[in-house]
């Protein structure tokens, strides 16, 4: 079975710097999905980026990029030049390539300070 | 593009009674969703996935009977809380699968349940 794993319950940037969040994961697959989504104090769920596991370039979307390290298991999110909007809960979350579920982490909770 | 709606989003019921959630995709049309509880500052626990037209599949430890749920269409799914006790107050999201963008799940603003 698959886990994944956010070491970081909280976390706090100030804004207009940059933050990373961490994500491992255990999983015997080869091909997979990765995602980062946010949870803001709304409590919509926001796909932030998507990573195929299948291919070696690090997703970007603006602010946000990703370092993924296939052979550490590892998916870490780097918000660069953090905004009071981005304070939310982040997950990080698996699935595998033809899954139906997603895996997801404890998450962690983003606070931005002005 | 790719909006999936619930309906309420705030309930509160007396113990005993049912209640229902609906989710809607309102863009797409999705074979597959999901439904989800999750307690304040904690993680997404899935607790059955709905196919359109065929019996939903429950997570272990979900009752079936207790939490009904029906696909009827490519875009609705609803999900019926039977016999709520205090204990069944939760959040509650739904999310759906777009059938063109299968690795993508859309999530709803999610249905707040407070049973007195």
């Known amino acids: 079975a698959q886990t994944v794993t956010q070491s970081q319950p909280e976390m706090s940037v100030q804004e207009a710097e940059t933050v990373t969040l961490s994500c491992t994961y255990d999983?015997?697959?080869?091909?997979?999905?990765l995602f980062w989504y946010k949870q803001p104090p709304s409590r919509q769920m926001i796909l932030v980026i998507r990573?195929?596991?299948?291919?070696?370039q690090n997703a970007t979307e603006n602010r946000f990029s990703v370092n993924f390290q296939k052979a550490a298991k590892s998916f870490s999110l780097k918000i660069s030049d953090s905004q009071l909007g981005d304070t939310a809960m982040y997950f990080c979350?698996?699935?595998?390539?033809?899954?139906?579920?997603?895996?997801f982490g404890a998450g962690t909770i983003l606070r931005v300070k002005s | 593009g790719a909006v999936v709606s619930q309906h309420p989003s705030w309930v509160i019921c007396k113990s005993g009674t049912s209640v229902k959630i609906e989710c809607r995709s309102l863009?797409?049309?999705?074979?597959?969703m999901f439904w989800y509880r999750q307690f304040p500052k904690q993680s997404l626990m899935l607790m059955a996935t709905s196919n359109e037209g065929s019996k939903a599949t429950y997570e272990q430890g979900v009752e079936k009977d207790k939490f009904l749920i029906n696909h009827a269409s490519l875009t609705l799914s609803t999900l019926t809380v039977t016999s709520a006790h205090p204990e069944d107050s939760s959040f509650y999201i739904c999310?759906?699968?777009?059938?063109?963008?299968?690795?993508?799940?859309?999530f709803g603003p999610g249905t707040r349940l407070l049973v007195l």
């Open positions: 999983t015997s697959e080869n091909n997979y999905y």
């Open positions: 999310s759906a699968r777009d059938g063109g963008n299968v690795e993508t799940q859309y």
């Open positions: 863009d797409f049309q999705a074979t597959t």
């Open positions: 990573q195929e596991a299948y291919k070696q």
């Open positions: 979350a698996f699935m595998t390539l033809y899954g139906n579920k997603l895996v």
